[in-house]
T-cell receptor
Framework: EDKVVQSPLSLVVHEGDTVTLNCSYE??????LLWYKQEKKAPTFLFML????IEKKSGRLSSILDKKELFSILNITATQTGDSAVYLC????????????FGTGTSLTVIP | DAMVIQNPRYQVTQFGKPVTLSCSQT?????MYWYQQKSSQAPKLLFH???????NEADTPDNFQSRRPNTSFCFLDIRSPGLGDAAMYLC???????????FGQGTRLTVV
């Protein structure tokens, strides 16, 4: 059965720490992997990864995909309290049309 | 063990034929959300419940309704599905708004 697993489920760090969030997947006909940040209500899009080994970077956030080992990591350096959120990983596949499998998310809390 | 369960995983309905998607949770969370996600887009919040209080997003079409008969279950009713309603529908729960949201695996709706 296709699945997306995120770890850890929750994480508490102090401001300034660096964190790494993990997403592993077993999905047939993989198309892309997406990271979202969810605050309050609607998730906001962070990255879309389709190719192995190419790091995507946006400010203090970066992400990379390993299609051989079937995982992705999301790194956040110099964390700030505003980074506190749930980070969602989703895998898009093309089995029957465009579909996404979501992980359960990692809840990150950054303490001042 | 699954904590947020959506049924069915895949649903095909005819244009204009009412359809109901279901979501159940074992977390005893107060808040339940319904999102619509179309291909390569971020999930879009349709509405949410805080306990029995229903909160509709301003731009959610009247065609979409929801019911929450008890803490564990929430339903999404689409009264007259159009072709544009074909999407992934995600259910999520949280203890309180904006905290630790857990997503189900979604229901992929196809309208023919």
């Amino acid at each position: 059965e296709d699945k997306v697993v995120q770890s850890p489920l929750s994480l508490v760090v102090h401001e300034g720490d660096t964190v790494t969030l993990n997403c592993s997947y077993e999905v047939t006909n993989f198309r892309s992997l997406l990271w979202y940040k969810q605050e309050k209500k609607a998730p906001t899009f962070l990255f879309m990864l389709t190719s192995s080994g190419i790091e995507k970077k946006s400010g203090r956030l970066s992400s990379i995909l390993d299609k051989k080992e079937l995982f992705s990591i999301l790194n956040i350096t110099a964390t700030q309290t505003g980074d506190s959120a749930v980070y969602l990983c989703a895998v898009e596949h093309s089995n029957t049309g465009n579909q996404f499998y979501f992980g359960t998310g990692t809840s990150l809390t950054v303490i001042p | 063990d699954a904590m947020v369960i959506q049924n069915p995983r895949y649903q095909v309905t005819q244009f204009g034929k009412p359809v109901t998607l279901s979501c159940s949770q074992t977390l005893n969370h107060n808040v339940m959300y319904w999102y619509q996600q179309k291909s390569s887009q971020a999930p879009k919040l349709l509405f949410h419940y805080y306990d029995k209080d229903f909160n509709n997003e301003a731009d959610t079409p009247d065609n979409f309704q929801s019911r929450r008969p008890n803490t564990s279950f929430c339903f999404l009713d689409i009264r007259s599905p159009g072709l544009g309603d074909a999407a992934m529908y995600l259910c999520a729960t949280s203890r309180a708004q904006g905290l630790d949201a857990f997503f189900g695996q979604g229901t992929r709706l196809t309208v023919v």
